[in-house]
Structure formats: structure tokens, C-alpha cells
DNA sequence: TTGCTCCTCACGTCACGTGAGGTGGC
DNA sequence: TTGCTCCTCACGTCACGTGAGGTGGC
């Protein structure tokens, strides 16, 4: 016969962890000898491998104590039902796995595909870092508020972004943060802007659908702090705001 | 700007882990809006995003809190020894899941290697259910209780089984468990026992070193309870201890 | 005699889950 | 107005870990 500590560590558990599952009731209490002992046999050794077994396979203990008691053919499709969780918990790990590595190799984890080679994309027209980052910042929080929409949406843009006149737009738009507010190029720059606006099918880009309107959503969204612009950039936004009608 | 809602959903994780992570120190609280309702950017969703990773692989939330203000190298370190644990859990969980298979197949999985190699050649022998059985229950309590000389004292049982007078002898015994205590062949079967453990190769069995006795390990371990055993074998047991010096 | 094992409470830990009771937003 | 989200306590859960204080075995 064995004492707890000899079978706990046969096993290969705590002797704490016998104690607990004769708490649960998931191993039955032993007989004991004259000093108090708990004294364990071959039976009990067998029953706690079960145990031990089915707990690494994170098993709960009530789901065990149950299946210690099931029939062998219940006890069989749990089993194979048990198997498909393992799978899938290694199918996880695998995945976080990836992650972790991307956690060091860049920014794709935080964001859905889409915006991620959107954001490549800007970065191969040349645009500075401070406009890809506003950019990411800006997306994460569509795709955040709007699950399912941004997806669509980035697509759209990266789309737009075939046409050469909208990535010279874009590319002058980027340069103009630097730009002295009295740079006469803002104002070329406000009215190159004003028309491509007008043109037929850059209006549908806000105006698609009712319920699929881009620029409302992320402005509310983003509710970019006016002071944060850069000079440049405030100047810009002034002369856009300008003879809004004509 | 999210609401905790939108922030959790877009990062896949509940609510109360949001609030979890602000509580233990890991995610800076936003500033609150008008309601008193937290208000998060991009950046939150980020740093989110970094923390959900890093505990989805199993890091514990106090190291992953040393880790987000860790600098890159040492961050790269801690990404290796991380990828290595997951590495080390997903074997864990293929081993897992063969001895859950196992848990249906047989019996190996409650015994060492070599002591169920023994059992099998046991019943290739021909000997009884029961025998075996008893068998196995013995050799892992022996296991269990001897970690380290079970195996070569099973190992050296195994060799024994090899000798053609050592197998009909015990599957004799074996058959003596049903017969009548007035069987004749009982006291035969007594006579060539006594005279097969006089031989000289079968005393180092038991005598080989003070260390490594294994009978009366073994006996010290399981003692059987006399009452326990069948008619047959207490009139065999009754004839061995008959004469015993002669 | 000393150290190791065993015993029974019983509180602690880790990462949240789950109401309890109340207020704000659409 | 109704339902959904948000807020802050604060206790509950799961599977044990970890002393606390004491006794038994070699």
C-alpha cells in the first residue's frame, strides 16, 4: 500500500492535488492505517492517472467526475469530443504563436488586412510617416466603431488610389503640413482640392448610402482637435472652408 | 473616440477584462467623457491588442505588465523564451491527447513500459485473467513505491520467463487457483516450487543486494490478505511453508 | 533527537465572471 | 418610454498553493 506522497508522486501530482480531488469527490477515500494515513492501492493509482489525464486536457473536475461514471460509450464520444477541444487548443496556440512574432515584426496585428496593405500602399506613394500614422490611428477607430463597414470602405479608397490625380492630391496634401501658412501653393493646393471634390464620382464616395456614408462616421469618430493640425494644414482647412458654396 | 463596448469587441475580449487590465495597472485609464464614460483612441486598442496576445499565450499578467515598459531588446528576449513555452504546451497537449486515446485502449498508460510489456507476455503464456491482473496491480504499487528499481526488477522477471520450467511452474500455479485443497497435484506442485527455488541462478533473485531485494519489497507492499486467496492456492501456501528448512 | 511525512483547517491566488444597484444615451 | 450600455463596488469561481499548528514514523 502507498502513502499519499508515494502515489501522488507515481502520478506525477501534488500531494495537495489528491486531497482535492477526494474534496470534489472525484477519488474516492482510501482506507486508512493506525496512525491516520491515508493508505492508497493499485485501483486508487489507476483512478488518479484517469483523473490527472483528463484534467491536463483541461477537462473541468465536474466534467470528469461525471465521466468517471459514465459508460463506455458515452465515455467514448466525450472522448473523441475532448480530442476535437485539444485540436482546437493547439490550432489556437499555433495562431498565438504567429501573433507573438508579429507583436515584434510590425503593425498588422492590430488591424484587419485590408487597412494594413491600404497603409502599405500610402507608404509606397510617399507619403511621411505622420500622415500613414494619423491614417492607421484613424482606421483603427472605424474599423473599431464600424465592424464589418471599414472593411468595405478602405477598399473603396485604395481603389481611388489608382486614379493619378487623387495620389498627387494626396501626396501635395502630406507635403503642406510643412508649408508656411503664407505658401502660396496653399492656395493652388484649396482649389485643386475644391475641384476634385466636384467631380462626379468622388461626390458618391459620401453619399453612397444612407447608411453607408465614410466621412460623417469617421469624423465623429476622430474629432480631429483643430489645434493639432499643423499651421499649414490650419491654413488649408481655411481657405477649403472658404466659399464653400461657389 | 470607443466606448469600452466597441474597444472590447474590436479587440475580442469581454468588458470586465478591459476593466480587469485598468485595475491591475496594465491599460492606462482614458480620459472620461461627459458621462463619466471611458473614452478610448487608437493607441488604447493597440496596447490592447498587446496585452490580449501576450496573456492569450499564457503570460502571466504581472509579467506582461513588465514587459509593455521593457526596451526591444529585452522585450525580443522575452518573445523568444514566450514562443518556447508555447512550443513546450503544444507538445504537452499532442501527449495529451495520445493518452487520452490511450484512456480507451488498454492499460499502458497506468504503468510503466516495461511492466506492461511484462503483462503482455504474461498472457501470451496463457495464464488467467485474474493472475494478470493481480500482477499489474502489484507491479504498480512496486512502481509506485520503488520509482527507479521497478523497471529492472521487471526486466529481469521478463528474462526469467524466457526459461521453460519457470513458465510451466507458473502456469501451474495459476491453474491451481481452481482446484480442490484435496488435490493431489497440489502437493506435487509444492515439491517442484521448493525445488526450482533451491536452484542456484533463482536465490540471486532475492538476495541479489541488500538494496535491491525485491521480494520483500514487494511483500512489505501488497501483503495479501491470506483470506483473499482461493481455496487451491491456501493449501498451496499451507504445503510451502510445510518443512521448510528441508 | 532530528528531519521528513502526514493530518486538518482555512485563507490566498490568478484572471476574471457575475450579480447588485444605479445612471446615461438613443 | 424602453432597452441597451455604461458606472462602481464586491462577492463568486476554478483548481489548487501556502502557511498554521500539530502528530506520527525512521
Known sequence: MLTIGQLAAFVGVTVRTVRHYHDRGLLAEPARDASGYRRYGASDAIQLIRIKTLAGAGVPLSRIKELLTADPDQFARAVVEIERAIDAKIRQLRLNRRQIAELMAGERLYMPTEVADYLDRLRGIGLSRRTVEEERDDWILVAAAAP???????????????????????????????????????????????????????????????????????????????????????????????????
Chains 1, 2 share one sequence.
Do not use: C
Open 148 to 246: 464589418g463597414k471599414a472593411r468595405g470602405w478602405v477598399t473603396e479608397k485604395m481603389a481611388r488610389l489608382d486614379d493619378p490625380e487623387f495620389r498627387r492630391l494626396y501626396r501635395a496634401y502630406d507635403e503642406a503640413l510643412e508649408w508656411d501658412p503664407a505658401d502660396e501653393r496653399l492656395v493652388e493646393l484649396a482649389a485643386a482640392l475644391k475641384a476634385y471634390a466636384g467631380r462626379e464620382d468622388v461626390t458618391s464616395w459620401d453619399t453612397q448610402s444612407a447608411d453607408e456614408k465614410f466621412l460623417p462616421y469617421a469624423l465623429a469618430l476622430i474629432a480631429p482637435d483643430r489645434s493639432e493640425l499643423s499651421p499649414g494644414h490650419q491654413r488649408l482647412m481655411d481657405l477649403l472652408e472658404e466659399n464653400v458654396p461657389g
